[in-house]
């Protein structure tokens, strides 16, 4: 916060400054300042700060003079110091030179001020040396403990040198002030001269000597209207005359000055005309001691440069050719401000051989300096290959805030170009440094586009390299552009390459970005993709192998055992007899076929434990509801009844236990069944289990009442007391024959009750027929039969009642009748009353069988009448005339 609060307090007072002098100047129609930053020319009247052009965005420096800065002065004198001013800013306006500076916008006056717009400006010479005068306070970060290198005071001066030599010989124009207040450091670290407020233009006419007017030094006038004492040439006292050959003086003292301890001139004058004439006989006898300060190769030519006799001064061309310049960092700087004068055949050479030169030079000079030249070059493309490692390796010295600010521009276009294909293949090799350096947003739109490119072109070794970087940052990828733009074409390119390292490292690619992808997305993407390789080669069958292994292990991904059971083992167990696999490589292979079997095994068995769990879960339950009477003795079990046991095909089985009704429906399986799906069944196991607990509802019949009979003996009463009575003699006894005849007439009876279909207890045409011991069977016929039973019924099917009838003729019951079914069936009720009947109206013959005689005896005429009440619509019959039924109609109606 307290750096915002900062930044807020230096923006909103800049804007306060600028509201009180720019407005109404014309140069803000065009040009927008931001930041007050330096100041420069004579006294550092000028205001220097930063902007931009508002039409193209083109950064700038806006130069103000504020006139209430001249209000300590006289009118005259402050007239005088403004024309000073406009005459300096209207020659620099005229100049056009690689060491002067550039003007963009020429001179604008208000009431309030005067402005200019030139190239983007660091500071001035003064400023880095420590002159803060008409500064912002505090001092500017970019400023503070600012130091210059000895490769850019040496690159500088010879600059300085350059443009003299250029007003002095091609302009005839001397600059008369040449100081660190003249000296601007443009944002490149170039060094531009300024401050034309003192320059004196050649007056001979073309093709003549050059001749430049003198005027002396005048003491009544303010220091600000004259050039700077420290800095003038002894001849302008000693001789009254002026030459070329005194800024070369000027030149000289402004060496010692950057060199000296606190940067001050050599003579100190601050403005004493009198201490200048003192300091001019002096340098007569210019000690070298006082020099000592100064480089030592340049140390005996600033002496020669302030010599006191203009003539054994060197000139600039001179300067220039010392042996103080031929250094390799300052030919290098030289070469690049000269670069578009040579071919490209001589820029390769000088690119191939700069990244030496780089590692030794200051950062800041490869970031001001050289890095500016070598992106104007980025336009040329076949020079493209030559100049990108040497930029990428002034990135590798940069900080993350120095990369993005000054180097990232410069690449975004680069990484459009597609030809040569060597620019691909060098942002391969650096894409760790650029991945470290780029922030995410910039990764997304500008990186990650030219890796797809990558994937898409045809030479190999930048597939490789992508293939290996990728993963670097693939946290970085949104899952979209991972799932629809990037495995798509990684999957396309190890499908199509010619090249087994390509398809290699496509696998490997893909083993390590897993972790950086779902489960599901690795199940739909990945594995279905791995059977499709068409290479069968050890190195591509391993990739596979460690893919299904990290995807099988890895925490968060996994393979269902579906999908290893019907997709994974059918694609790996032919692998296994590979003829190319070493010993390693198969046991790695057999390791991995046996850890899927062994999951597939595992949870799949698990699984079917907890379904027959729920099936035994539900038998139980449906034993609990439906009881049962099984007491049949089971078919023992032969050696080939065992073979097939436990094999799940029992139920299919024929056995001679009767199946069981299920009372439920199957259970699904547990895992798939719904919440409803529970509920449901739920509800109807409570449903049928109350059920079970309550009594059997039975169908009431209409009862005839029955017709009006003679009072007839109480056969039921005298057939139970007869039996009785047999039952209590002796075996022995009883007549083998009769003994004979029950038991026929019983397994008749029982074949005859074992046909009639099973139903539920009750009679629909009589009274309901109940099986409880001691209950009351109503009989069908007229409803005159009422026999209690003793203990002899027994229901070992549902509710089935038996009925221990025997022989009729006062014959012993030896024999209990059972498994009849249930009586819920019209016919069954019909054959229990039949039985019921033969035994009441009927004996069999002494020595015959019923079962003969019923079948056997057919031309006997019996008498029905006793099942007329079975017909339907019995009560109407007996009132109406219809016709009886036949013997075989009735045989009919009981088969």
């Known amino acids: 916060m307290e750096v915002f609060n900062k930044f807020y307090s230096s923006v909103s007072s800049t804007v306060s400054q600028l509201s009180g002098v720019l407005p109404g100047n014309p140069v803000t129609r065009e040009f927008e300042a931001t930041q007050y930053i330096a100041s420069a020319g004579p006294g550092l009247l000028w205001k220097v700060y930063t902007g931009y052009k508002k039409s193209t965005k083109q950064e700038a420096s ?14 005259a004198d402050r007239d005088i110091m403004l024309d000073i001013l406009k005459r300096g800013i209207l020659q620099l306006t005229k100049l056009r030179h690689p060491q002067i500076l550039t003007v963009q916008h020429s001179l604008e006056e208000s009431r309030e001020s ?22 912002p306070q505090p001092t500017p970060s970019h400023l503070v403990n600012y130091k210059l290198y000895e490769v850019e005071i040496k690159y500088g001066l010879m600059q300085i040198a350059e443009g003299l030599a250029f007003l002095h010989n091609d302009v005839k124009l001397l600059h008369h002030n040449i100081s660190p207040e003249s000296i601007v450091v443009n944002q490149q670290g170039a060094w531009k001269i300024f401050g034309f407020d003192f320059c004196i233009a050649n007056q001979s006419p073309t093709g003549q000597a050059p001749f430049w007017p003198f005027n002396e030094y005048c003491q009544a006038m303010p220091a600000l209207t004259q050039s700077s004492l420290d800095y003038l040439a002894p001849e302008y006292i000693l001789s009254a005359t002026h030459s070329p050959a005194s800024d070369i003086f000027s030149l000289g003292m402004l060496v010692y000055t950057i060199h000296s ?18 300091f001019v006989n002096e340098l007569r006898n210019l000690p070298t001691s006082k020099l000592l300060c100064v480089a030592e190769g340049l140390r005996e030519y600033v002496k020669l440069m302030l010599n006191v006799t203009p003539e054994l001064r060197p000139d600039p061309h001179q300067l220039l050719k010392i042996s103080y310049f031929e250094d390799v960092g300052v030919k290098t700087l030289n070469y690049l401000d000269s670069l578009f004068q040579w071919d ?26 050289i890095l500016p030249c070598l992106a104007k070059e980025f336009v040329n493309p076949p020079m493209v290959p030559f100049i990108l490692p040497n930029v990428l390796l002034i990135a590798e010295n940069s900080t993350k805030e120095e990369f993005i600010k000054y180097i990232l521009p410069v690449l975004k276009p680069v990484m459009l170009i597609q030809e040569p294909i060597q620019i691909l293949l060098i942002f391969m090799q650096k894409m760790e440094l650029l991945l470290k350096l780029t922030p995410g947003e910039e990764v997304k739109t500008d990186i990650l586009p030219m890796l797809y490119r990558a994937l898409e072109s045809d030479a190999q070794q930048i597939q490789e390299l992508c293939l290996s970087v ?26 199509q390459t010619n090249y087994l390292s390509v398809r290699v490292n496509c696998l490997l690619c893909l083993g390590k970005l897993l972790e950086h992808l779902d489960k599901w997305l690795v199940l739909d993407e990945i594995i279905p993709f791995l059977p499709q390789i068409p290479s069968r080669e050890p190195a591509v069958l391993m990739g596979i192998l460690g ?7 890895h925490k968060k991904l996994g393979i269902t055992k579906e999908v290893m059971a019907t997709k994974v083992l059918p694609f790996l167990i032919p692998l296994c007899v590979e003829n190319g696999l070493t010993l390693n490589q198969f046991n790695a292979l057999m390791s991995l076929v046996k850890q899927m079997l062994s999951k597939v095994e595992a949870e799949h068995r698990t699984k079917l434990e907890q379904l027959n769990s729920i099936q035994k879960e539900s038998k139980v339950m449906e034993h609990a509801l439906t009881p049962t009477s099984d007491n049949l003795v089971p078919t023992p079990q032969t050696d080939i009844d065992k073979m097939f046991s436990g094999l799940g095909i029992d139920p299919f089985a024929f056995s001679s236990k009767p199946q069981e009704k299920e009372a439920l429906p199957p259970l699904k399986d547990a895992m798939s069944l719904s919440m409803e799906d529970k509920q449901r069944l739920a509800q109807q196991q409570e449903t049928q289990r109350k059920m079970s607990r309550q009594a059997p509802t039975m169908p009431t019949a209409k009862v005839v009442p029955p017709p009006q009979l003679p009072k007839a003996v109480d056969l039921t009463s005298s057939l139970l007391q007869s039996n009785l009575t047999q039952l209590s003699k002796p075996q022995s006894s009883l007549n083998p024959n009769l003994t004979h005849n029950n038991n026929s007439y019983q397994m008749s009876t029982n074949n005859f009750m074992s046909a009639s279909p099973i139903g539920k207890v009750g009679n629909p045409i009589g009274k309901p027929v109940g099986s409880p011991v001691g209950d009351t069977i109503t009989s069908p ?27 009729t003729m006062n014959s012993p019951v030896s024999n209990t009748m059972g498994a009849m079914g249930n009586l819920n069936s019209p016919m069954s009720s019909m054959t229990y009353g039949f039985q019921n009947h033969l035994a009441l109206t009927s004996s069999p013959p002494p020595n015959g069988n019923f079962n003969n005689k019923w079948t056997n005896q057919t031309n006997i005429k019996q008498d029905w009448s006793a099942f007329e009440s079975l017909l339907p619509n019995s009560n109407e019959n007996k009132n109406s005339n219809d016709k009886k039924f036949s013997n075989n109609e009735m045989m009919d109606l009981l088969g």
Not at 63 to 73: A, H, I, M, S, T
Request: charged share 15%; net charge positive.
């Open 62 to 75: 806006i130069f103000v003079f504020e006139k209430k800065q001249l209000d300590r002065w006289s009118k």
């Open 114 to 135: 005067l402005a200019f717009a030139t190239e983007p400006v660091f500071a001035s010479l003064a400023n880095i040396l420590g002159n803060t005068d008409n500064m």
């Open 261 to 278: 301890t606190g940067h001050q001139p050599l003579g100190n004058i601050s403005g004493d005309y009198s201490k200048f004439r003192r």
């Open 344 to 369: 490209n055949l001589q820029k390769s050479q000088f690119y191939k051989g700069l990244p030496q030169i780089i590692q030794k030079m200051p950062h800041r000079i490869c970031i001001y300096r």
């Open 470 to 495: 990728l993963p670097t940052f693939a946290s970085l990828i949104d899952y979209p552009a991972m799932k629809n733009a990037l495995l798509p074409r990684i999957k396309k390119l190890c499908l």
């Open 547 to 553: 893919i299904y292994k990290l995807t099988l292990s």
């Open 781 to 807: 016929i007229g409803n005159t039969l009422n026999s209690p039973i003793g203990n002899t019924m027994s229901s070992p099917i549902g509710n089935t009642m038996s009925s221990p009838i025997g022989n």
